[in-house]
C-alpha cells in the first residue's frame, strides 16, 4: 500500500518549483471513512494528505475548471490516469503544466457494499491493506473482508492498476487486477427490447436531473451543456421519463470515445442509477465497431472526429 | 396512548379508503415517499427518505396552468388534490415542511402549495437510531420533536406510543378502534428511547450567535475555499427538506401548452443569471455562501428560525464531502474581516 | 371506418446528393408513400443525434438520415462522420429499449429517384409495423 509519507515527500518537491499554483491531493474527511479532495497550496498543510483505499475521487475533475497559466500538481490513480490522458488529448490542458503524481491503486473501497458490512461510527476508524484482503478498524475491533467483495466493481476488472502518465509514482508497479470483459454489459445485452425498457424506465424515473453525473465527469466540461441551451431548448426542464431518457442516452452519446470509465458518475447519483452500464455498453462498442480505446494513449484523435472508409456500416441501405 | 403492531395495518387500510397516503416505500437500497394503496407496499424500518417529503408538496415538476386554442384561448388551473396523509414522515422533516409554509403561505399565498398542504395530515415517527450525520438536536428539533406533526409515533417494542398533537390527528385516532391508552410503563419506555436517540447524535453545530459570526465574516476567503471543491452538483438542494427554489418555463405542443414549475438550484451559475448576461453570484464562492446564509443567517434574522433542520441529507450525499457542519463550525474558527 | 396507423416520418436530407435524389423523384413523377416529412440540410455530417432524439421525443415515428455514398460526399468528410454517429446511436437507442430501426440511415445520390422512393417505401411499411411510438414520446400531460 501506498505510505503516506512517501507521497508527502513527493508533494513538497513539487511545491518546491515557484510556479505550482496547488497540488490536487486527498485528505481525511469530516465523519468516518470519508476523504475529501484537498488543495495543497502551502508547505505546511503537506502533512495532511493521505492516500487510503477510501480515496475515491477522481481529481482530474478539477482540472476542466482550471484556466490560470500557473502549473498544478495532481495524484492520480490508474483510472483517474486515463481521464487525466483524455483531458490531454482534447488540449484541455498542456502536459507541461502538470505535475502527475501517478499512485498505485490495488483498489478502491465501495462505500454502497461497506455499508453493508460494516458500520459507520464518527471517528475511530482505519483500514490497510492485507495481501487480498482489507483489515478495518472501528472503535478498537477488528474485522477483515477480501478485498473483491468490498471493492468498486470497476476495481475487479482493473487493467491498469498503475497509472499510465505521471511524473512520479509512488507505490510499486502493479500488474493489472482482472480483464475488462463487459460481462455485465454483455447480459443486459440478451434481453429483449421490452425487458431492456423496462429496466431502463425504472432507472430512469428515478431520476431527479440534479446534473451531479454531469458535473462530476472530468471530460464534462462544455461552456453551454446542451441541456441547459434555451434557444433552441432540446431538454424540457421538466422531470419525466421523455426528458429524463433523453437526457442520458445523449450524455452517453457525448462521452462516446472520451468515457474512460471512472465510475464518479454512477458513485455520485444521488438515486443509485446504474450509470456505468450504460456508459460501458458505449465502450464496448466502440472498441469493438472501430477498435479505439480512450485514455490509453497521448496523442490519438477523437474517436468521432475520424473515420476510416470501410467503418462497419450495419443496415445503411 | 398506544396501538398495537399488528393492528398497524388495518389502521392504514382504513385510512387509505377516504385518504390519499404517501408512505415509506423500499426502492432497493433507498426508501422514496411515495403513494401506497396497500399497507405492505410501506416500508417502516428505515432511517430517512432519500428524497424528502417536500416533493409531495411542492412536486419537482408541476403544472401551474395550461393553455389552449382553438377558436378561443382557454386558460385552465389543475384540479385540486383529495385529502392527503403522510405517514411515518420523521421530525425533521415535518419541521421542515413549517419552513416551506412560511414562503409559499406567508405574504403571498401559492395556491397550488396550498391545495395540497391545507388538507394533510402528518403521522410521524420518532427516530430512535438517528443516522451518524444527524444534527437535529443543534437546531431546535430533536428525534421525538412534535412540530409540525399531527400525531407521533414512537416504537416501543410490540407497539407504538401514539401522542396526538393537534385535534386532526385526534380525529384521525378516535376513528380506528385499535388506539388504547398508554400505562405508565409505556411513557417510560418511550422516554428511554427518545433519550437513547437524542444521546446517540454525536454531530453538533454551535449555533449560539450564528448569524453575526457568519455576518463578520461576509468577505473572508473562507468561502472560496470551500467552494474550491464544490461540483456545483446540486444535490445538496435536491435532497434538502427546506431548500425551495424554483423556475417557471413554458411548454408547448402544437395549440396547446402549459405553464410549469420545476425545482431549481441556487447552485448553478444559471440560476441567477440576468437577460443582459450579469451574473450577481459569478463564482461557486458567491452561491455556496450564500446558501449558508440562507440557512443560518437570512431565514433566522428574517423569520427567526432555523432554514436548516438538521436531516444530514447533504452531507451523507455530497460526492465531495462538503460538510455543512464542518464548515458552520469552522466559520467561528476564521479571522474576522477588518 | 376506424383509421390505421399511419407512421409519421421525418428524413433529414442532405442538400447536394440525397435531397436532390428526392427532387428526381418527384420530377420523374414515382409515387413514394406520403408519411415522409423532409427536412434539408447541407450535408448528413449536419446531423446531430439531437436532431433524431427530439424528433422521436416530439412523436414522430422514424428518422431517415440521406447522405451521399461514402467518398462522394460534397464536403468530403460529412457523411463518415455522420456514419459514425448513426451507428453509435443506433447501438446505444437498442440497449435502452427503443428499436432501433425506427433510426435508419441511406446512401442515395443525386441520379438515384428511383432508390430514393424505395427506401421511403420500405421504411415506411418497416415502421409501420413497429408502430406508433410511445416509449420516449412526450407525454405533454400537464
Not at chain 1, 123 to 143: A, S, Y
Not at chain 3, 107 to 112: K, Q
Request: glycine share 6%.
Amino acid at each position: 500500500m501506498v505510505g503516506n509519507k512517501e507521497l508527502q515527500n513527493e508533494i513538497r518537491k513539487i511545491m518546491d518549483h515557484k510556479d505550482v499554483k496547488y497540488v490536487l491531493a486527498y485528505k481525511k474527511g469530516t465523519y468516518g471513512f470519508q476523504t475529501t479532495p484537498f488543495f495543497v497550496s502551502k508547505r505546511e498543510e503537506v502533512s495532511q494528505v493521505i492516500f487510503s483505499p477510501f480515496c475515491l475521487n477522481n481529481l482530474t475533475m478539477y482540472i476542466k475548471n482550471e484556466y490560470a497559466k500557473e502549473k498544478i500538481g495532481i495524484v492520480v490513480k490508474g483510472c483517474d490516469s486515463r481521464s487525466l490522458i483524455q483531458m490531454i488529448n482534447e488540449k484541455r490542458i498542456p502536459r507541461d503544466r502538470l505535475f502527475i503524481i501517478g499512485v498505485s491503486c490495488g483498489g478502491v473501497i465501495d462505500p454502497k457494499k461497506r455499508s453493508k458490512r460494516i458500520s459507520e461510527p464518527l471517528e475511530n476508524v482505519d483500514v490497510v491493506e492485507k495481501d487480498d484482503k482489507f483489515v478495518f478498524t472501528v472503535n478498537g475491533k477488528k474485522q477483515e473482508i477480501p478485498k473483491r467483495e468490498i471493492v468498486f466493481d470497476k476495481c475487479i476488472h482493473c487493467e491498469y492498476p498503475t497509472p499510465l502518465i505521471y511524473d512520479f509514482l509512488v507505490g510499486d508497479k502493479i500488474e493489472p487486477l482482472g480483464k475488462e470483459d463487459y460481462c455485465d454489459v454483455k447480459d443486459f445485452e440478451k434481453n429483449s427490447l421490452t425487458d431492456k425498457w423496462k429496466f431502463w424506465e425504472q432507472q430512469f424515473d428515478k431520476c431527479i436531473r440534479c446534473y451531479a453525473c454531469r458535473n462530476v465527469c472530468p471530460v464534462c466540461y462544455c461552456e453551454k451543456c446542451m441541456a441547459e441551451q434555451l434557444d433552441p431548448q432540446w431538454l424540457r426542464r421538466s422531470v419525466n421519463i421523455s426528458e429524463n431518457t433523453v437526457w442520458h442516452i445523449i450524455r452517453a452519446f457525448h462521452l462516446a470515445g472520451r468515457c474512460t470509465s471512472c465510475g464518479e458518475c454512477e458513485r455520485a447519483c444521488p438515486m443509485d442509477i446504474p450509470l456505468m452500464l450504460l456508459n460501458k455498453k458505449v465502450e464496448k462498442d466502440i472498441k469493438e465497431l472501430f477498435d479505439y480505446n480512450a485514455g490509453k494513449e497521448l496523442d490519438s484523435k477523437p474517436l468521432l472526429a475520424i473515420f476510416k472508409p470501410d467503418d462497419p456500416e450495419e443496415d445503411i441501405k | 396512548m398506544i396501538i398495537d403492531k399488528n393492528k398497524i395495518n388495518a389502521f392504514i387500510n382504513q385510512i387509505i379508503s377516504d385518504h390519499i397516503v404517501f408512505a415509506p416505500v423500499k426502492n432497493k437500497d433507498m426508501v422514496l415517499f411515495k403513494q401506497i394503496k396497500k399497507p405492505d407496499e410501506m416500508t417502516l424500518d428505515y432511517n430517512n427518505s432519500r428524497i424528502p417529503p417536500k416533493s409531495i408538496y411542492l412536486p419537482q415538476t408541476e403544472t401551474l396552468f395550461r393553455f389552449s386554442k382553438n377558436q378561443n384561448i382557454n386558460l385552465e388551473t389543475p384540479k385540486k388534490d383529495g385529502r392527503t396523509l403522510l405517514f411515518g414522515i420523521r421530525p425533521c422533516d415535518a419541521k421542515s415542511l413549517k419552513i416551506l409554509d412560511q414562503v409559499f403561505t406567508g405574504e403571498y399565498k401559492d395556491s397550488l402549495y396550498l391545495s395540497r398542504r391545507k388538507n394533510s395530515i402528518l403521522i410521524g415517527l420518532t427516530c430512535h437510531n438517528p443516522s451518524l450525520n444527524c444534527f437535529c438536536t443543534s437546531v431546535n428539533s430533536s428525534p421525538a420533536d412534535t412540530d409540525g406533526l399531527d400525531v407521533l409515533l414512537t416504537d416501543i417494542g410490540d407497539k407504538y406510543y401514539v401522542e396526538l398533537i393537534t385535534s386532526r390527528g385526534g380525529k384521525i385516532v378516535k376513528n380506528f378502534p385499535g388506539f388504547k391508552p398508554a400505562n405508565k410503563e409505556d411513557k417510560k419506555k418511550k422516554e428511554e428511547i427518545v433519550k437513547k436517540a437524542k444521546d446517540s447524535i454525536k454531530r453538533h453545530i454551535k449555533s449560539e450567535r450564528l448569524a453575526s459570526i457568519l455576518d463578520s465574516i461576509f468577505e473572508n476567503k473562507y468561502w472560496e475555499e470551500i467552494a474550491r471543491k464544490c461540483l456545483g452538483c446540486g444535490i445538496c438542494t435536491f435532497l434538502c427538506p427546506t431548500c425551495h427554489c424554483f423556475d417557471m418555463q413554458d411548454e408547448t405542443a402544437g395549440d396547446k401548452g402549459a405553464r410549469i414549475r420545476v425545482w431549481d438550484s441556487c447552485m448553478y451559475p444559471e440560476y441567477t443569471m440576468q437577460a443582459s448576461g450579469y451574473n450577481p453570484r459569478p463564482y461557486q464562492m458567491n452561491r455556496i455562501r450564500n446558501r449558508v446564509f440562507h440557512k443560518f443567517n437570512y431565514l433566522p434574522k428574517n423569520n427567526q428560525v432555523f432554514g436548516c433542520v438538521g436531516c444530514g441529507r447533504c452531507i451523507t450525499e455530497c460526492p465531495v464531502n462538503i460538510d455543512i457542519i464542518e464548515v458552520v463550525n469552522q466559520a467561528r474558527e476564521v479571522k474576522k474581516d477588518e | 371506418m376506424s383509421k390505421e396507423f399511419e407512421p409519421n416520418i421525418v428524413a433529414f436530407l442532405c442538400n447536394w446528393c440525397s435531397y436532390a435524389g428526392a427532387d428526381l423523384a418527384g420530377t420523374s413523377r414515382i409515387q413514394y408513400p406520403p408519411n415522409v416529412k423532409i427536412i434539408r440540410v447541407m450535408c448528413s455530417g449536419r446531423v446531430n443525434p439531437v436532431f433524431v432524439l427530439n424528433a422521436l421525443q416530439q412523436g414522430v415515428d422514424g428518422v431517415i438520415i440521406g447522405g451521399c455514398h461514402p467518398g462522394e460526399c460534397h464536403y468530403e468528410t460529412g457523411n463518415y462522420l455522420a456514419r459514425r454517429r448513426v451507428t453509435v446511436l443506433k447501438k446505444l437507442l437498442e440497449y435502452i429499449g427503443i428499436d432501433p430501426r425506427r433510426v435508419q440511415m441511406a446512401w442515395i445520390s443525386a441520379s438515384e429517384g428511383a432508390k430514393f422512393a424505395d427506401v421511403i417505401k420500405t421504411a415506411t411499411d418497416e415502421i409501420r409495423n413497429l408502430g406508433p411510438i410511445k416509449k420516449i414520446k412526450r407525454r405533454n400531460e400537464w
